[in-house]
């Protein structure tokens, strides 16, 4: 079904009411409405939630970064807060697919829509961020369930994404030479307690990388992944890259996000 009804909310209690049967919320609409077209989805009525005031800014705390869901890739790649308190995430933001997409597309529309390559749910799970919805708040560790899978419920909105502030944290990206999105690439953070390793582009679904985290926790320097020893068991093997590039592209992503911080 191509066609559908457009409606907008103003508030989330608004946008969860109408989001009864085949509903969906759109934000940048730039997964959705290329899915849509494809005939890979259907709905028979679309519920904008870029008009919710409340979904949108940047705020910052001294061991937080709140960003709200409708924020674009660009609001982020340029935003002063993001650069001062996280600048890794800005250059995340600014890597995303090219200036269309980067004026349209959302934070939270990314990280609802979990995409096996997109850059967001790598930054999410590094920075251990906590998912506030429209009825709970999430711990990053139990929202990524698997492909395009979270842990959000029909109706629940994505509000704020909170970030916790690293002391020093890097991210590189492999991308694909035409869309951008990852072939592989590597978020790293030193957090207060401990550091946390995410990859995406690689396996199903964004996941945490136990071997560089423990050699990182040790020595947070390039040289400490030399002997790191990356199994390419389970990871995705396609035109772009097979498992056993992917693997080695693991480490090469992980020294040049170290490097970077
Ligand atoms: C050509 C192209 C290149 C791209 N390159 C990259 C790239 O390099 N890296 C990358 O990471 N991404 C890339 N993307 C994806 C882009 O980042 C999108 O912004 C993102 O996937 C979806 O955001 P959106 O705001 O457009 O969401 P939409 O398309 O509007 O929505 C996507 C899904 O999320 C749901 N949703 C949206 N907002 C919320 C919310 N607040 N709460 C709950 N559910 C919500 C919708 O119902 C829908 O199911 C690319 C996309 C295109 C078209």
């Known amino acids: 079904m191509k066609s559908f009804n457009f409606k907008s909310a103003t508030n989330t209690k608004e946008a969860t009411k109408m989001a009864t049967g085949r509903t ?12 849509i077209k494809l005939g890979l989805a259907a709905y028979s009525d679309l519920i904008n939630i870029k008009k919710i005031k409340s979904l949108s800014g940047i705020k ?20 002063k ?3 001062k308190s996280i600048p890794s995430l800005a250059v995340l933001a600014e890597g995303i697919g090219d200036p269309q997409v980067r004026n349209r597309g959302t934070i939270g529309g990314s990280v609802a829509n979990n995409d096996p ?12 961020a906590t998912i506030h919805t429209s009825k709970r708040k999430i711990p990053v560790d139990k929202f990524f369930k698997g492909m395009f899978e979270t842990d959000l419920k029909k109706g629940e ?17 492999f991308p694909n030479p035409a869309s951008r999105y ?16 995410a990859v995406t582009g690689v396996e ?8 560089l985290e423990d050699v990182l926790s040790n020595n947070f320097s390039p040289a400490a992944i030399d002997n ?5 068991k389970g990871f995705n093997s396609d035109i772009h890259a097979s498992a056993e590039y992917r693997a080695h592209i693991i480490k090469v992503m992980a020294k040049k996000a170290v490097s970077s911080c």
């Open 24 to 35: 969906t919320f759109i934000a940048g609409g730039m997964t959705l409405l290329p899915a």
């Open 60 to 79: 910052i705390s001294s061991k937080s970064l709140r960003i709200g869901a409708i924020t674009t890739h660009t609001e982020v790649s340029v935003s």
């Open 81 to 83: 807060e993001v650069g």
């Open 117 to 128: 390559a997109a850059d967001y749910p790598a930054a999410c799970l590094a920075l251990n």
């Open 157 to 173: 909105i994505i509000e704020t994404i909170e970030f916790e502030v690293p002391e020093k944290s890097g991210y590189a990206k």
């Open 182 to 197: 990852a072939i592989v690439g590597v978020y790293v953070a030193k957090l207060k307690k401990e550091v946390r390793v």
């Open 204 to 211: 199903s679904c964004v996941f945490r990388c136990k071997k």
């Open 228 to 232: 790191v020893n990356i199994s390419s």
